[in-house]
């Protein structure tokens, strides 16, 4: 049996302590690390997540009484057997929160909510959840979360829902019911990353391309180093750049800066010059779009060392020019970059969370150490560091 199989078993054997039934099944979707193309998403620009070995499974069985019971065993010890009992004509975005209602309800709640609202046959149902995604890293346990219910509920309604559209259900369900404005990439890394794969995705149409990332084979690692810190300023400031970056739309007479092509970057930054403090906003987001374009091209071109750079500079740009990256993160990629690896760079939203690091599988052990050297040196805490290796979408296990 592998070890997945035998996470499910225990994974269905709690369910059966807590809810004393059978599930009627085991569902898993991963974390994501983004190797490039950030802050693109919310711009109509380009993506490219790959799915971590890391999930979360949710057992689960349908009520015929409109009932939706939620257990986790909490993720990375950080939320421990928390129990929510909710009646899901009862869900409401904007309603006070409840007797016994704990914040993480609101994710897989607010999916079943996503569905009502899309006016999908969903039911009630018992679900119990168990994940090793670490919580608030930048790796999206919540996406993981909410995608692992999107799908056994699709499942045991037999809704039919194709991925990209569970993904945008998951994404209607962060964004209106937990109230949080992210992109679409989270839940479509979730939903749509294949084995082996990262994913293109252009977030304007939803169009997908699975790349071939064999990392193994061509002799490589990328190492994820969660930095163990998550600064306050991260939620405010992400609503922020995402304002800016629709300002400088506006301002430009464009739907979003994804229509920038490289080219007419310096015509629309001189266009710009009026707009307070918008102009690196849209270099970045502009080079940015271009750096994914060239990571797909050196991939398709059995290139693979040659992104190093390339991740390199999205980090520059995301600290001088977006502004949200932390003294943590750039001490990853100054470390690991000195030690030797191809090319670092953080990943997610920024301020905290997690880095990405390409390196030479000779050199994965040596560039660690650094790593965790430079934390020590700086007086943090020590950093988490794990390989990403790239794994399955969402999925059913039993
Ligand atoms: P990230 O998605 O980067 O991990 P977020 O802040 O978006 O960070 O989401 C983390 C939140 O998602 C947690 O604080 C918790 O509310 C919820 N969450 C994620 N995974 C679980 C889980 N397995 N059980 C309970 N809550 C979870
Ligand atoms: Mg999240």
Known sequence: MTETQQRARRTAAAFREIYGAEPAGVWAAPGRVNLIGEHTDYNDGFVMPLALPHTTLAAAAPRTDGVLR???????????????????DELCPAAPPQAGWAGWAAYPAGVVWAMREAGLPVGGADLHFDSTVPTGAGLSSSAALEVATALALDDLYALGLDRRRLARIA????????G???GIMDQTAAACCTEGHTLFLDTRDLTLRQVPFDLAGEGLRLLAVDTRVKHALGDGAYAERRAGCERAARALGIRALRDVAPAQLPDALARLAGVPDVQPL????????????????????????AI??????????????????????????????????????????????????????????????????????AGHTAPRLFEAVPSAGAHRIT
């Open 70 to 88: 939620l257990h986790s065993g909490g993720a990375d010890g950080g939320v421990v057997d928390l129990r929510v009992d909710l009646r899901i």
């Open 282 to 305: 849209v270099r970045h987001v502009v080079t940015e779009n271009h750096r994914v374009a060239e990571v797909i091209a050196c991939l398709d071109a059995g290139r693979p060392r």
């Open 308 to 377: 190093g750079p390339l991740l390199t500079a999205g980090h520059a740009s995301l600290r001088d020019d977006f502004t949200v990256s932390c003294p943590e993160l750039d001490l990853v990629v100054e470390a690991a970059t000195a030690a030797g690896a191809l090319g670092a760079r953080m990943t997610g939203g920024g301020f905290g969370g997690s880095a990405i690091v390409l390196v030479e599988e000779a050199d994965a052990a040596a560039v660690g150490t650094a790593v965790t050297e430079a934390f020590a040196a």
């Open 180 to 182: 949080v404005p992210c």
């Open 171 to 178: 994404q209607h369900a962060e964004n209106a019911f937990v």
